[in-house]
């Protein structure tokens, strides 16, 4: 079957440090996002990707990057992880425009 | 950028039935609804798409008013598995999807 995965599932850092997070769907779907989820903000938009080689900024993308390179993955680097990074995020795809939204299972990071 | 939903939480009775709002300041191309059970990934329930069209769940259904820029959720004859947090990502453009803070519903026996 199809499926959208985020490695690793959690993962504690220490301040500074470069992190990346991965996500791989295996739909072929053109359309990827990253959302981050914390207490009170629901979940938050980071950067999102509409095929290889395009990226976007979010409402919340500073302090993290991402880069299409295949239409299967879209890596989230943190160049230099802060404490107020610690968050759960997801990763998530579409086929298409306004289709519905396919999660991974999350990535919970703590930055120490 | 973010909807604003209400209520921020609510507890039901099995069988009892709910409604959650949520609108947007912006123009919308789409609306649309998941449910999130604690420590899982959202779950799609239902598109409502500009022009009327809507895509999904057969038990929950929810309306979409493009000129108020507003959507509403109706749970009726709720169950214990609709309890969880229910989150309105709302599509500006056709291909940018901003969630709202989220609504959690409890359905108590």
């Known amino acids: 079957d199809a499926e959208i995965t985020q490695s690793p599932r959690h993962k504690i850092t220490e301040t500074g440090r470069q992190v990346t997070l991965a996500c791989h769907q295996t739909?072929?779907?053109?359309?990827m996002f990253w959302y981050r989820q914390d207490l009170g903000h629901g979940l938050r938009l980071i950067h999102y990707?509409?095929?290889?080689?395009?990226?976007n900024k979010g409402e919340v993308s500073d302090g993290y990057s991402v880069s299409r390179s295949n239409t299967e993955d879209l890596p989230l680097t943190l160049e230099s992880a802060a404490s107020s990074q610690t968050s759960v995020y997801f990763c998530?795809?579409?086929?298409?425009?306004?289709?519905?939204?396919?999660f991974g299972e999350g990535s919970r990071l703590t930055v120490l | 950028q973010q909807p604003v939903q209400s209520p921020q939480a609510v507890i039901l009775r099995e069988g009892e039935d709910a409604v959650i709002n949520c609108s947007s300041s912006?123009?919308?191309?789409?609306v649309h609804w998941y449910r999130q059970k604690h420590g899982e990934a959202p779950v799609f329930l239902m598109i409502?798409?500009?022009?009327?069209e809507q895509k999904g769940h057969d038990k929950i259904s929810a309306s979409f008013n493009e000129k108020k820029q507003q959507s509403s959720l109706y749970l009726t004859a709720s169950q214990l598995s609709y309890s969880g947090t229910y989150f309105c990502?709302?599509?500006?453009?056709?291909?940018?999807?901003?969630f709202g803070t989220g609504t959690s519903l409890t359905v108590i026996p």
């Open positions: 990707s509409y095929g290889v080689q395009d990226t």
């Open positions: 990502g709302t599509d500006p453009t056709g291909n940018q999807f901003y």
């Open positions: 998530a795809s579409s086929a298409q425009s306004a289709g519905e939204l396919f």
């Open positions: 739909w072929n779907h053109n359309n």
């Open positions: 409502l798409l500009k022009g009327g």
């Open positions: 912006k123009a919308l191309y789409s």
